[in-house]
């Protein structure tokens, strides 16, 4: 690996900063299964990360057009935040935040959810204010695996891929950093921790397992 020094580093948010996918994911197999449809996890790791599938959809297809259709996606909405609001921050997200801004590392977002999203919910975690910009599916006009969220982040901090460190949980968001040109640490959650996370950098089981200080001391 060649020797790089790291000047910012650059978090995707769902699953990351917080597990909002096992929530979105189990309010979804919940309401297939209500219509005796089952919801294959395999399927599902297939979307995570990026925007490219609409269950909504899909679950009509199965069961056909419903007049109570948007009775059945607004309940599906309120068990998704039901089950979002028991989630806490992932372990070691604070602790890497502070380290960062005690090394005085830029902290970035890059996400493929929409920027309303995910500011209510760092909001709510009273994280809004630690990240010096962020960029959304919305901003930027597509999502991962396109590599243009993280690219119009680093643009803002002024670094290149070459010197910029993402933070990931997903195979779609690890493909969008090393297309960019950044190192990549995988931190899957539990949707994503059996995939095949070969092509990062570095795998851990939690943010919590590895100090800033020693990622960085592993890429120089």
């Known amino acids: 690996m060649v020797a790089v020094v790291i000047r910012a580093v650059v978090f995707d948010f769902d699953g990351l900063i917080i597990d909002t996918e096992m929530p979105v994911f189990r309010s979804w197999a919940e309401t297939y299964a209500e219509y005796g449809v ?20 899909d679950l009509e297809r199965h069961i056909g057009p419903r007049p109570d259709w948007q009775s059945v996606l607004e309940r599906r909405r309120r068990r998704r935040d039901e089950l979002q609001a028991l989630e806490t921050i992932r372990p070691g997200v604070v602790t890497w935040l502070d380290e960062s801004r005690r090394l ?30 962020m960029r959304c599916c919305d901003d930027v006009g597509v999502a991962k695996p396109s590599p243009a969220s993280y690219l119009a982040v680093m643009e803002q901090l ?22 960019a040109g950044m190192r990549c640490i995988a931190v899957p959650n539990a949707i994503t921790r059996d995939m095949d996370f070969s092509a990062a950098d570095v795998v851990v089981d939690s943010l919590a397992d590895l100090a800033v200080t020693e990622a960085l001391r592993q890429f120089a």
Do not use: M
């Open 104 to 133: 005085a590392l830029p902290v970035g977002v890059a996400s493929s959810s929409p920027r309303a999203w995910v500011e209510d919910h760092l909001s709510r975690l009273g994280l809004i204010d630690r990240f010096v910009c």
């Open 158 to 179: 002024g670094v290149t891929g070459s010197d910029a460190l993402a933070i990931e949980d997903s195979l779609h968001g690890v493909t969008a950093a090393k297309q």
């Open 38 to 57: 089952e919801l294959d996890l395999r399927s599902w790791q297939t979307i995570v990360g990026t925007d490219s599938h609409d269950p909504g959809a």
